[in-house]
């Protein structure tokens, strides 16, 4: 019995009298075998296979796990109400071979784990010297998350996990780096969801200039965050949104750089997750639903990737034209912005004159700042002396204020190429961008006629600025109402018969854009209802600022839209441009999208098994329209039940080209550095190299065709292909079938259109077949199908059915039903 000796020696050297009931207490305690679950673990003792701590008030286990059916097993931890969803590993890059792994404590004060009682795999960091030589360390598991190894005596702590995360971030957690040590804490992604060993993305805080979070693809930059502006990262503009959950830290001296985020209630459950595909996830638990909620993903479109625009270009998401070059600048290689091929960036068209009354700046509102690695930081100037040192700076190109809460403050200026810029969706930061006078125009020369003007005169600068704003106001209405008039009679609206509505038909049609006639908002804008003078019902995409697009790209999108016409795509009636707004008119849909009915479980009831099968051949009829039977050739990109609408009589229509892309005929694949879609619904081939086709749209198809017959959402794991497939191997398919189904349901075509969503979801895309091909396999029962192959999978199913037990009920669901097998298929 060890630890009864080391605690007796413990307390003579303490020269501590305890009484004795203590004392034979302590003997009692000591000889239990440890077979319990508790928060803390005592020297002398180990934790082995079976065993497990868990935290004060039941959050967190720890544990031995195995991620996937192999025998390799992982000392970690995991949230007791999802335990599939494990926060840390230990030996990630270890694993024990078998059930024989013991932990347990050193006297020198450091956490070891064996895989026999003699070699150890993994072992905690630890600074023996700093430890009392009468410290007795203890290891406890808090309700936090944390794994804490700790002097009993002096309660100060010897290591603990927070310190070296793995792929996820807990309220409490720091991001970042302490300056004097060179000590930081990174996460980095899992292999692979079934592979705890390091992953290729790492997360961590860029200490140099101003400090922003960068995720690293191996040795590149694949995104950044953008500088802490006193409100949020740059780009995180999400982090202002959330405050009634969350509550942010941000630290910054000569000492230390770090990143914190915290939760208003213990009872919120959170976590920051650094996923095997490189997404960075915010995921908030529902008690309710007893699922993990996604606040926010990054990155969330092609503009959050690196330089996606080269030097001196500014990317705007969701627009026809991604890529644009800062004023004062263009196209290095016109002919590669041709062919959207950005990396050859812009270059500056008027060199700077490196005086103050040859230069000047012009404004970047809404921005995400640019890479701030090599910026220089002042945050004890006002906002003017940035702008005065910037200016008399022949090297400084831009400049911004460092903290932009009130009136703003301090200084950030950029001495070299300014690279990563994007509009962001409510974006807080402004950029002053240097260029040549000469690029400034008539904006400049109006503003030192007024500084002139105020030295002059106040009274006669006033007058001044009346009458010209009396002027402009005149001058900017009667271009605005030529602009419109011209709109109405542009050659390309007249080609697509599409109608130009003017502003005050909408006004009244929305009632002043009233918030009760909202129906949808996204990154893209606002979507309202309304009604127009003649009774008919109307969806107006009302687009935000930030995408807002140029003119003519905005014009020739609202013309490749016009030209689709097919009773299974949502149909745009017209479109309208006043001022700077620009606004798509649709078809009203009664019943909005496909995701309202099949995942919801009182709607989900009144589709019949005939009602599902004519939305999975109308959303088949669509896509086989895109891909070959209209004017343009499109792959959508994003298919999935939000972006299916449904008419009053539920047919559906595919609907939010934002992220389609044309192509020839003759292109088998086209690949991409950005991959924008919906996980859960995105191919293999798309997700792990860029690559999309047709086929990647089938892949979409297939998944969404489980999901109507299933009632179940796929999400990123691939839950229910994994699950499709297990019950497709034993021959056990009538399980997949949604509960809530009731009435007559043909066997034979249940059987037929699974088999034709495996074929659909398969991992290559060669073995996937054509629209053409679903759309006949759907519409006979004839055909003889190929077998299909397994599709590409995340996690094991034991795992999964596990985790959703409820899956197994599917057998439930044939009591209430009607099977009909029809002979001779």
């Given at each position: 019995?060890?630890?009864?000796?080391i605690?007796?020696?413990?307390?003579?050297?303490?020269?501590?009298?305890?009484?004795?009931?203590?004392?034979?207490?302590?003997?009692?305690?000591?000889?239990?075998?440890?077979?319990?679950?508790?928060?803390?673990?005592?020297?002398?003792?180990?934790?082995?296979?079976?065993q497990?701590?868990?935290?004060?008030?039941?959050?967190?286990?720890?544990?031995?796990?195995?991620?996937?059916?192999?025998?390799?097993r992982?000392?970690?931890?995991?949230?007791?109400v999802?335990?599939?969803?494990?926060?840390?590993?230990?030996?990630?890059?270890s694993?024990?071979?078998?059930?024989?792994?013991?932990?347990?404590?050193?006297?020198?004060?450091?956490?070891?784990?064996?895989?026999?009682?003699?070699?150890?795999?993994?072992?905690?960091?630890?600074?023996?010297?700093?430890?009392?030589?009468?410290?007795?360390?203890?290891?406890?598991?808090?309700?936090?998350?944390?794994?804490?190894?700790?002097?009993?005596?002096?309660?100060?702590?010897?290591?603990?996990?927070?310190?070296?995360?793995?792929?996820t971030?807990?309220?409490?957690?720091?991001?970042?780096?302490?300056?004097?040590?060179?000590?930081?804490?990174?996460?980095?992604?899992?292999?692979?969801?079934?592979?705890?060993?390091?992953?290729k993305?790492?997360?961590?805080?860029?200490?140099?200039?101003?400090?922003?979070?960068?995720?690293?693809?191996q040795?590149?930059?694949?995104?950044?965050?953008?500088?802490?502006?006193?409100?949020?990262?740059s780009?995180?503009?999400?982090?202002?949104?959330?405050?009634d959950?969350?509550?942010?830290?941000?630290?910054?001296?000569?000492?230390?750089?770090?990143?914190?985020?915290?939760?208003?209630?213990?009872?919120?459950?959170?976590?920051?997750?650094?996923?095997?595909?490189?997404?960075?996830?915010?995921?908030?638990?529902?008690?309710?639903?007893?699922?993990w909620?996604?606040?926010?993903?990054?990155?969330?479109?092609?503009?959050?990737?690196?330089?996606?625009?080269?030097?001196?270009?500014?990317?705007?998401?969701?627009?026809?034209?991604?890529?644009?070059?800062?004023?004062?600048?263009?196209?290095?290689?016109?002919?590669?912005?041709?062919?959207?091929?950005?990396?050859?960036?812009?270059?500056?068209?008027?060199p700077?004159?490196c005086?103050?009354?040859?230069?000047?700046?012009?404004?970047?509102?809404?921005?995400?700042?640019?890479?701030?690695?090599?910026?220089?930081?002042?945050?004890?100037?006002?906002?003017?002396?940035?702008?005065?040192?910037?200016?008399?700076?022949?090297?400084?190109?831009?400049?911004?204020?460092?903290?932009?809460?009130?009136k703003?403050s301090?200084?950030?200026?950029?001495?070299?190429?300014?690279?990563?810029?994007?509009?962001?969706?409510?974006?807080?930061?402004?950029?002053?961008?240097?260029v040549?006078?000469?690029?400034?125009?008539?904006?400049?020369?109006?503003?030192?006629?007024?500084?002139?003007?105020?030295?002059?005169?106040t009274?006669?600068?006033?007058?001044?600025?009346?009458?010209?704003?009396?002027?402009?106001?005149?001058?900017?209405?009667?271009?605005?109402?030529?602009?419109?008039?011209?709109?109405?009679?542009?050659?390309?609206?007249?080609?697509?018969?599409?109608?130009?509505?003017?502003?005050?038909?909408?006004?009244?049609?929305?009632?002043?854009?009233?918030?009760?006639?909202?129906?949808?908002?996204?990154?893209?804008?606002?979507?309202?209802?309304?009604?127009?003078?003649?009774?008919?019902?109307?969806?107006?995409?009302?687009?935000?600022?930030?995408?807002?697009?140029?003119?003519?790209?905005f014009?020739?999108?609202?013309?490749?839209?016009?030209?689709?016409?097919?009773?299974?795509?949502?149909r745009?009636?017209?479109?309208?441009?006043?001022?700077?707004?620009?606004?798509?008119?649709?078809?009203?849909?009664?019943?909005?999208?496909?995701d309202?009915?099949?995942?919801?479980?009182?709607?989900?009831?009144?589709?019949?098994?005939?009602?599902?099968?004519?939305l999975?051949?109308?959303?088949?009829?669509?896509?086989?329209?895109?891909?070959?039977d209209?004017?343009?050739?499109?792959?959508?990109?994003?298919?999935?039940?939000?972006?299916?609408?449904?008419?009053?009589?539920?047919?559906?229509?595919?609907?939010?080209?934002?992220?389609?892309?044309?192509?020839?005929?003759?292109?088998?694949?086209?690949?991409?550095?950005?991959?924008?879609?919906?996980?859960?619904?995105?191919?293999?081939?798309?997700?792990?190299?860029?690559?999309?086709?047709?086929?990647?749209?089938?892949?979409?198809f297939?998944?969404?065709?489980?999901?109507?017959?299933?009632?179940?959402?796929?999400?990123?794991?691939?839950?229910?292909?994994?699950?499709?497939?297990?019950?497709?191997?034993?021959?056990?398919?009538?399980?997949?079938?949604?509960?809530?189904?009731?009435?007559?349901?043909?066997?034979?075509?249940?059987?037929?259109?699974?088999?034709?969503?495996?074929?659909?979801?398969?991992?290559?895309p060669?073995?996937?077949?054509?629209?053409?091909?679903?759309?006949m396999?759907?519409?006979?029962?004839?055909?003889?199908?190929?077998?299909?192959?397994k599709?590409?999978?995340?996690?094991?199913?034991?795992?999964?059915?596990?985790?959703?037990?409820?899956?197994?009920?599917?057998?439930?669901?044939?009591?209430?039903?009607?099977?009909?097998?029809?002979?001779?298929?």
């Amino acid at each position: 019995m060890p630890i009864v000796l080391i605690s007796l020696i413990k307390i003579e050297n303490m020269k501590m009298k305890l009484p004795n009931p203590l004392i034979i207490a302590l003997f009692y305690f000591a000889c239990m075998p440890f077979a319990w679950s508790t928060d803390t673990l005592y020297l002398g003792q180990n934790i082995t296979e079976g065993q497990s701590l868990i935290s004060f008030n039941g959050t967190f286990e720890l544990g031995f796990f195995s991620p996937d059916s192999s025998t390799n097993r992982f000392l970690g931890i995991w949230f007791r109400v999802s335990p599939n969803n494990v926060v840390w590993v230990a030996n990630r890059d270890s694993p024990l071979k078998n059930n024989s792994g013991i932990l347990s404590i050193h006297n020198n004060g450091s956490l070891a784990l064996y895989d026999s009682p003699e070699r150890i795999v993994w072992e905690s960091s630890s600074n023996a010297t700093s430890i009392p030589n009468d410290s007795i360390p203890i290891l406890q598991l808090n309700d936090s998350g944390n794994l804490i190894l700790k002097d009993q005596i002096s309660n100060t702590i010897i290591w603990q996990s927070f310190d070296h995360p793995t792929d996820t971030l807990l309220p409490g957690m720091k991001l970042g780096k302490n300056l004097e040590t060179g000590f930081e804490t990174v996460i980095s992604s899992w292999k692979s969801s079934v592979d705890p060993s390091e992953g290729k993305f790492k997360c961590k805080m860029d200490t140099e200039g101003a400090p922003e979070v960068l995720l690293w693809d191996q040795d590149q930059i694949r995104f950044r965050t953008g500088m802490y502006n006193g409100k949020s990262f740059s780009e995180l503009t999400q982090m202002t949104t959330y405050g009634d959950l969350f509550t942010f830290s941000f630290m910054w001296d000569k000492d230390e750089v770090w990143y914190e985020t915290g939760v208003k209630s213990s009872s919120t459950l959170a976590r920051l997750v650094l996923n095997a595909a490189g997404i960075l996830q915010r995921l908030v638990w529902d008690h309710d639903q007893q699922i993990w909620n996604e606040f926010w993903s990054w990155p969330k479109d092609e503009c959050d990737y690196y330089a996606k625009c080269g030097a001196f270009g500014i990317c705007r998401p969701n627009s026809v034209t991604t890529c644009n070059c800062l004023r004062g600048f263009e196209a290095t290689t016109p002919t590669e912005w041709y062919i959207r091929d950005y990396t050859g960036g812009c270059k500056r068209q008027m060199p700077l004159g490196c005086t103050a009354n040859s230069d000047g700046f012009y404004e970047l509102q809404g921005v995400k700042l640019p890479d701030s690695h090599n910026a220089t930081v002042d945050a004890n100037i006002s906002v003017e002396e940035c702008r005065v040192r910037c200016l008399m700076n022949c090297s400084c190109l831009a400049y911004s204020p460092s903290d932009i809460r009130g009136k703003g403050s301090g200084c950030v200026m950029w001495n070299t190429t300014l690279i990563d810029i994007k509009y962001v969706n409510g974006g807080l930061d402004t950029l002053h961008v240097k260029v040549s006078k000469s690029e400034l125009g008539t904006q400049h020369k109006q503003k030192l006629t007024i500084i002139v003007g105020t030295i002059s005169s106040t009274v006669l600068v006033l007058l001044i600025s009346f009458i010209g704003y009396l002027l402009w106001r005149k001058k900017r209405y009667s271009k605005q109402d030529t602009m419109e008039k011209s709109l109405a009679q542009n050659d390309s609206l007249k080609d697509a018969d599409l109608p130009v509505f003017d502003m005050n038909t909408l006004l009244q049609a929305t009632d002043n854009f009233s918030i009760s006639n909202v129906v949808g908002q996204g990154g893209f804008g606002i979507v309202y209802k309304g009604k127009l003078p003649c009774g008919q019902e109307i969806a107006v995409k009302r687009l935000s600022g930030d995408s807002s697009q140029g003119l003519q790209e905005f014009m020739n999108e609202v013309t490749l839209i016009a030209k689709l016409q097919h009773r299974n795509l949502v149909r745009l009636l017209g479109c309208c441009i006043h001022s700077n707004e620009r606004m798509l008119i649709y078809e009203f849909l009664t019943n909005k999208s496909l995701d309202l009915f099949i995942f919801d479980e009182k709607k989900r009831t009144s589709l019949s098994w005939r009602t599902r099968l004519e939305l999975v051949t109308g959303i088949a009829r669509g896509l086989l329209y895109l891909h070959h039977d209209s004017r343009y050739n499109i792959i959508h990109r994003d298919l999935k039940a939000g972006n299916v609408l449904l008419d009053e009589e539920m047919n559906p229509k595919i609907s939010d080209f934002g992220t389609a892309r044309l192509f020839e005929r003759e292109q088998a694949v086209i690949s991409t550095e950005t991959v924008i879609g919906t996980r859960g619904y995105m191919s293999p081939e798309y997700i792990r190299e860029g690559k999309f086709s047709v086929k990647s749209d089938v892949y979409s198809f297939g998944v969404l065709l489980l999901e109507i017959i299933s009632g179940k959402r796929n999400r990123a794991n691939q839950y229910l292909v994994t699950y499709a497939w297990k019950l497709w191997e034993e021959q056990s398919i009538l399980k997949l079938l949604d509960e809530a189904v009731e009435g007559t349901v043909f066997a034979t075509e249940l059987l037929r259109f699974v088999h034709v969503g495996l074929l659909c979801v398969q991992e290559l895309p060669d073995d996937r077949p054509s629209m053409s091909s679903v759309f006949m396999m759907l519409s006979s029962d004839n055909l003889v199908l190929p077998a299909p192959n397994k599709p590409s999978t995340w996690r094991s199913i034991g795992e999964f059915i596990a985790d959703h037990p409820f899956f197994e009920s599917g057998s439930s669901s044939v009591d209430q039903l009607t099977i009909t097998w029809i002979e001779g298929r």
